[in-house]
């Protein structure tokens, strides 16, 4: 089975500033993703950033990017720049194959706050 | 946006009732899954449909099943409610490929 960790249920940084969420995961398949979505308080799961585990390069996506240790099983997302629209619940999440479609597994989200 | 829509956006029931909850998904999107997101919690995965059959499975019990339509929309139905079903659900799209499209979710409480 996989699983999700998420180890700081909340985080809190000053606007311009950057920020870094934690995430680790376990899992014994070789193919998988790794995602961060957010969900603001609207509750629309929206998706930040996408890691094939098959990549070393870490993703990078405007002022998101990861760092990813796949021999870890670590993916921790960093935020810079941090805006006040950043503010919201923020979950890793690991993706398998299904044949067709795929499976999510979630973390318990981390919530942060962008501070003016 | 991510084009896909939910409703109801809040329903209250009561213990031993049933629920339908609808989803419509972005044109194409042949394959649609539904999560369970209680209070605090993240997401669970219930079930997924392909072409209109069931092709993967959470860790939930009969009571959940669902449907798929050929017009991209799908159901949740859940029988007999449990004080413990009260979450939120979010219907999620894709067109196989490994990114999900998320609909803004429906609350449900049950008393």
């Known amino acids: 089975a996989q699983t999700v960790t998420q180890s700081q249920p909340e985080m809190s940084v000053q606007e311009a500033e950057t920020v870094t969420l934690s995430c680790t995961y376990d899992t014994s398949e070789s193919n998988y993703y790794l995602f961060w979505y957010k969900q603001p308080p609207s509750r629309q799961m929206i998706l930040v950033i996408r890691?094939?585990?098959?990549?070393?390069q870490n993703a990078t996506e405007n002022r998101f990017s990861v760092n990813f240790q796949k021999a870890a099983k670590s993916f921790s997302l960093k935020i810079s720049d941090s805006q006040l629209g950043d503010t919201a619940m923020y979950f890793c999440?690991?993706?398998?194959?299904?044949?067709?479609?795929?499976?999510?597994?979630f973390g318990t989200g981390t919530s942060l706050t962008v501070i003016p | 946006e991510t084009g896909v829509t939910q409703s109801p956006t809040h329903l209250i029931k009561t213990r031993g009732q049933q629920v339908t909850l609808r989803c419509s998904s972005q044109?194409?999107?042949?394959?649609v899954s539904w999560y369970q997101q209680a209070l605090g919690q993240g997401p669970q995965f219930i079930f997924q449909?392909?072409?209109?059959?069931?092709?993967g499975r959470g860790n939930f019990p009969p009571r959940f099943s669902g449907l798929q339509f050929p017009n991209y929309s799908s159901e949740l139905n859940v029988n007999a409610l449990e004080l413990d079903d009260s979450a939120l659900y979010l219907c999620?799209?894709?067109?196989?490929?490994?990114?999900?499209?998320f609909g803004e979710g429906s609350r449900l409480t049950v008393l």
């Open positions: 890691q094939e585990a098959y990549k070393q």
């Open positions: 999620a799209s894709t067109i196989a490929g490994a990114e999900l499209f």
């Open positions: 044109s194409g999107h042949n394959t």
């Open positions: 449909y392909y072409r209109e059959e069931e092709n």
């Open positions: 999440a690991f993706m398998k194959p299904l044949g067709i479609g795929n499976q999510f597994y």
